[in-house]
C-alpha cells in the first residue's frame, strides 16, 4: 500500500517568507507525527495529532510554528517569517494507534535564504 | 527528560565483518527502542525494535538486545555487506512522553560505509 507522502521535497525560501508543508499519512492512521531534522542530527519531534486534535505540540521551537489536521487525515506545518535557522529536513510520520510503530515520509528539505 | 547516544560515526568497515553500534538512553518511564536506518537517497526505515527488557529484535542480519541494566540497547551484525552502508539512528519511545504522544527521541545518527 501507500506510505507516507510529502510535498514538496523541495523547498528554497527567502527569509521573511511564509511556507506550507504537506503530509499524507497511511490510509487510517491516525496517530501523525512532525519531526525536523538538521544537518548531522537525528530528528526531533515537533508536534502529534491523535484524530484532529494537536495533543502534544511541545516540540515546537516558537509561535512561527503552527499545524493543522482539519479532518483527521492530511496535517499542513505552517511556518510564517522564515529565519535562516529554520533551514532543515522536515519529516512526517504515521502510526496506527500512538505507541505503534511511526512510518515516516521521505521528508521535505527546507531551505531559507 | 529522555535521551539517546550513540557512538560517533563515520564507521568504515570491510565487507564480511563484524559490526557493532552502541546506543545508551535515559528515560523516565518504560521506554520501547528502535534502530531506524537511512539509505542514501531514501527516507528513515524502521529496522528493528525491542517492546521491554531482555527483548531481542532482529531484522536482515542485525540483532539489538533491550538491555535495561545497562541502559542500552547496541545493534549488531555478523558479517555486513556494502549494502548496508548507511546511516543508523537509535530511538526510543516513552510511555510517559506527554499527552501519551509516544513521540521518538533519536540519537544523532551513525554513518556506516563498507567496502568491498
Known amino acids: 500500500g501507500a506510505g507516507v507522502s510529502q510535498t514538496p521535497s523541495n523547498k528554497v525560501t527567502e527569509k521573511g517568507k511564509y511556507v506550507e508543508l504537506r503530509c499524507d499519512p497511511i490510509?487510517?492512521?491516525?496517530?501523525l507525527y512532525w519531526y525536523r531534522q538538521s544537518l548531522g542530527q537525528g530528528p526531533e519531534f515537533l508536534i502529534y495529532f491523535q484524530g484532529t486534535g494537536a495533543a502534544d505540540d511541545s516540540g515546537l521551537p516558537n509561535d512561527r510554528f503552527f499545524a493543522v489536521r482539519p479532518e483527521g487525515s492530511v496535517s499542513t506545518l505552517k511556518i510564517q517569517r522564515t529565519e535562516r535557522g529554520d533551514s532543515a529536513v522536515y519529516l512526517c510520520?504515521?502510526?496506527?494507534?500512538?505507541?505503534?510503530?511511526?512510518?515516516f515520509g521521505p521528508g521535505t528539505r527546507l531551505t531559507v535564504l | 527528560g529522555n535521551s539517546v547516544t550513540q557512538m560517533e560515526g563515520p564507521v568504515t568497515l570491510s565487507e564480511e565483518a563484524f559490526l557493532t553500534i552502541n546506543c545508551t538512553y535515559t528515560?523516565?518511564?518504560?521506554?520501547?527502542l528502535f534502530w531506524y536506518v537511512q539509505y542514501p537517497g531514501e527516507g528513515l526505515q524502521l529496522l528493528l525494535k525491542?517492546?521491554?527488557?531482555?527483548d531481542k529484535g532482529s531484522n536482515k542480519g542485525f540483532e539489538a538486545t533491550y538491555r535495561k541494566e545497562t541502559t542500552s540497547f547496541h545493534l549488531e551484525k555478523g558479517s555486513v555487506q556494502v549494502s548496508d552502508s548507511a546511516v543508523y539512528f537509535c530511538?526510543?519511545?516513552?510511555?510517559?512522553?506527554?499527552?501519551?504522544?509516544?513521540?521518538?527521541?533519536f540519537g544523532k545518527g551513525t554513518k556506516l560505509s563498507v567496502i568491498p
Open positions: 490510509s487510517g492512521h491516525t496517530a
Open positions: 528515560a523516565t518511564g518504560y521506554p520501547s
Open positions: 510520520a504515521s502510526s496506527p494507534q500512538s505507541g505503534d510503530t511511526q512510518y
Open positions: 525491542a517492546t521491554k527488557a531482555d
Open positions: 530511538a526510543l519511545s516513552d510511555s510517559d512522553s506527554g499527552a501519551g504522544s509516544y513521540q521518538l527521541t
